[in-house]
Nanobody, 124 residues
Framework: QVQLVESGGGSVQAGGSLRLSCAASGYTYGTRSMGWFRQAPGKGREGVASIYTGDDTTFYADSVKGRFTISQDNAKNTVYLQMNHMKPEDTAIYYC?????????????????WGQGTQVTVSS
């Protein structure tokens, strides 16, 4: 089992920045991918960014390319999501996820473990 705890959410004005962190614990040696997803009110959960733990290969949703950056610190078992030039449509609950295999890097069914989520609100 892998436990994931997100932090860093909050409120920001449009154009501002936030950095989310996800601390992993438990059987982290079994993870091959880490990802960030988000879910806005009344919408499904969508993939935002993901990274392969072994070689730092990254994937981004078109809506965040050039604005968000995913990174990892393997020594700390922590994954980050740096969010810049934020927009009101980025408002959502953001979830950290971990996957046991490299598969469907921006899809919910590509991941096996989930954090509780952290709220991000962007005001215009």
């Amino acid at each position: 089992q892998v436990q994931l705890v997100e932090s860093g959410g909050g409120s920001v004005q449009a154009g501002g920045s936030l950095r989310l962190s996800c601390a992993a614990s438990g059987y982290t040696y079994g993870t091959r991918s880490m990802g960030w997803f988000r879910q806005a009110p009344g919408k499904g959960r969508e993939g935002v960014a993901s990274i392969y733990t072994g070689d730092d290969t990254t994937f981004y949703a078109d809506s965040v390319k050039g604005r968000f950056t995913i990174s990892q610190d393997n020594a700390k078992n922590t994954v980050y999501l740096q969010m810049n030039h934020m927009k009101p449509e980025d408002t959502a609950i953001y979830y950290c996820a971990a996957g046991r295999i490299r598969w469907r890097p921006l899809m919910v069914d590509g991941f096996d473990y989930w954090g509780q989520g952290t709220q991000v609100t962007v005001s215009s």
